[in-house]
């Protein structure tokens, strides 16, 4: 669980409370702490298409959630046609974003825990439901904790740690995963410091790294993504630790785009490089990254700057939302299970293979 001094003021990211969802829109921070109820199918759809709950982990809880709020609107159907539709409807929010496999993995646990269900009236079913998505969110944080507890000893005292992105408590509903052995280290006293790439184009670094570890009382400097490289070369970074998406069977990961110039930079300054991935983020029935499908977003992102056109009118736009990091450049992933290391395709096989066949 997320303790309390050290988030005192940073909001929930999703909150489950008298079976009512709610979600910290994430588009509006740090500015603004707009906490939004969501109760449709098409409302859980584009609270993760547009990025306002949005980071793996924290995708997969909502979707759990919203399948269940989505399904109310069902109560009144027979059993076998709750089923057809909740299949239809666990179809439609996995339809939100490609990319991060946690929105299909939770999905497809809660489609498996409606199989196992021989419930044979819908009010019935839907508290099946709940009782898995409020499972799904509790892991979420074991997890968390889990990947903190093995990435603590990657801090040491006096050190540079540079992450990209948002894979924080903002990105899951405990204390992230590439920040938890951050706030682990913080929690125990180490004294370090943090650099967060503001990460281009939607800033997630500048808006929501930068803010949380704030908070939290972490001593965060930010970058643009572009002075990652000289900041190495002045030697104040002695870890990179990112997040991921999906991390396919070889270990090639996807994460926000900008991470492979990063591993590329970090292996040319020989700085170890660690990806910290729950095994809700591991899809090891994708073989490799050239398999992971990488979301392209629309060129406003690109083009506008806060509603105001930068770039000039009818310009070719590419938009992709992540890379792919090829596994020669990972020095390790950091799991709830301990850190594992190469050769990844039968390291994370021998470590995490029953899930992977459960997915
Ligand atoms: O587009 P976003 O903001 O959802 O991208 C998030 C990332 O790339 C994170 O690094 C990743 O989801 C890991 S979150 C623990």
């Known amino acids: 669980m997320i303790s309390a001094p050290l988030f005192s003021s940073l909001p929930a990211t999703i909150t489950w409370e ?6 910290l829109d994430q588009t509006r921070l740090p500015r603004e702490t707009i906490i939004e109820n969501v109760t449709t199918a098409e409302q859980v759809w584009r609270a993760i298409h547009e990025l306002r709950v949005r980071g793996a982990p924290a995708i997969g809880v909502a979707a759990a959630y919203g399948l269940c709020v989505a399904m109310r609107a069902s109560l009144h159907l ?36 409606a199989q196992a269900c021989d419930a044979n009236d819908s009010a019935a079913l839907l508290n099946a439901l709940i009782a898995e998505a409020v499972a799904v969110h509790a892991e979420d944080q074991a997890l968390c904790d889990g990947i903190g507890e ?13 992450t990209h992105c948002n894979a924080g408590a903002l990105a ?28 281009r184009p939607l800033l997630q670094g500048a808006r929501l790294t930068a803010y949380e570890l704030q908070q939290a009382g972490v001593d965060v400097t930010l970058i643009t993504d572009s002075m990652a ?10 870890v990179v630790i990112v997040g991921t998406d999906r991390v396919a069977a070889n270990g ?19 700085i170890p490089f660690y990806v910290a991935c729950p095994s809700s983020t591991l899809d090891l029935h994708t073989a490799t990254g050239r398999d992971i499908v990488i979301e392209e977003r629309h060129d406003d992102e690109i083009t506008h700057l806060y509603g105001e056109r930068v770039a000039p009118a009818n310009m070719k736009v590419r938009n992709p939302a992540f890379d792919v990091t090829p596994n020669h450049l990972v020095t390790g992933f950091i799991t709830e299970r301990g850190i594992v290391q190469k050769p990844f395709d039968t390291n994370l096989a021998a470590l995490f293979a029953m899930e992977g066949d459960a997915a």
């Not at 490289?229 to 030697?235: F, N, T």
Request: hydrophobic share 45%.
């Open 78 to 113: 027979p059993i076998h046609e709750f089923r057809a539709a909740l299949a239809q409807q666990a179809a439609y929010i996995d339809s939100a974003r490609p990319t991060a496999v946690n929105l299909s993995w939770s999905l497809k646990r809660m489609l498996q825990a």
């Open 18 to 23: 008298n079976d009512s969802l709610s979600i």
């Open 150 to 162: 093995h990435g603590l000893p990657l801090i040491t005292p006096g050190c540079g740690v540079l």
């Open 229 to 238: 490289a000289s900041i190495m070369a002045q030697e104040l970074v002695d």
């Open 172 to 199: 899951t509903t405990g204390l992230g995963t590439a920040t938890a052995p951050i706030y682990k280290a913080h929690g125990e006293g180490l004294t370090f410091r943090v650099y967060a790439d503001e990460t």
């Open 252 to 270: 090639d990961f996807a994460n926000k785009i900008g991470t492979l110039g990063l591993a590329i930079v970090a292996r040319h300054f020989n």
